[in-house]
């Protein structure tokens, strides 16, 4: 049998789900609402074609250049997430290029928000699904709204930008792990501060929460998309600096 280190990327997804799935199991939780983000930054097409022949669905990339160089590339029913921070001037091209773009879960301030809400009215597609992004370590290296400010962002999409549909809160856990418990819990009572704000239910608002190391206690935790790239496609290969 190969190593994790020499399996390829099909291999590797099929592990992960299988730890899902027993995450799910311990924590009592349906698998099926629980989502797999293959978080596919910096690699190849055939890595992606890979993966999406073992029959997954569910891709998310960090990069507007990526996203739109592959996607075309790839069978139209693959769910796109845009999952890394959205500059002002890559809205437009991020919209335009991927015709199948399901999410943006980096939404972090109103905005981005309009931005995404004039872009998805002009070219007359259905609503963008987004999340609100939570800077729930207080890293200044980190994006995100305040965990105090989140309620505000979210009731700015529901009541001001019918061509988005907020579907929850997204953060990103300390990257030592130390403190991802914490991270989470903090994502979780924004969201019941949210539901309550919006009168809605817990299971109308999603959280994405956890990456390749931290996955399994951000589905304990009540996570509803978990963003996993190095457990399935290993370790990234960066290239050379420059703008994005």
Known sequence: MASSSEAGPAALLKAVLERVHHSADRSGRDVNNIRVVAASKTKSVSSLRQVYDAGHRCFGENYV????????????????????NLQSNKVKPLLAGVPNLAYVETVDDEKIANLLERAVAKIGRKPLKVFVEVNTSGE????????????????????????????????????????????????????SEVCAALGISEAQCELSMGMTGDFERAIEMGSTTVRIGTAIFGRREYPPKEDK
């Open 65 to 84: 250049q990526e996203i739109i160089e592959k996607a075309p590339q790839l069978p139209e029913d693959i769910e796109w997430h845009f999952i890394g």
């Open 140 to 191: 200044t290296s980190k994006f995100g709204v305040e965990p105090a400010v989140c309620v505000d962002l979210a009731k700015h999409i529901v009541t001001n930008c019918p061509n988005l549909e907020f579907c929850g809160l997204m953060t990103i856990g300390m990257p030592d792990y130390s403190s991802t418990p914490e991270n989470f819990k903090t994502l979780s009572n924004c969201r």
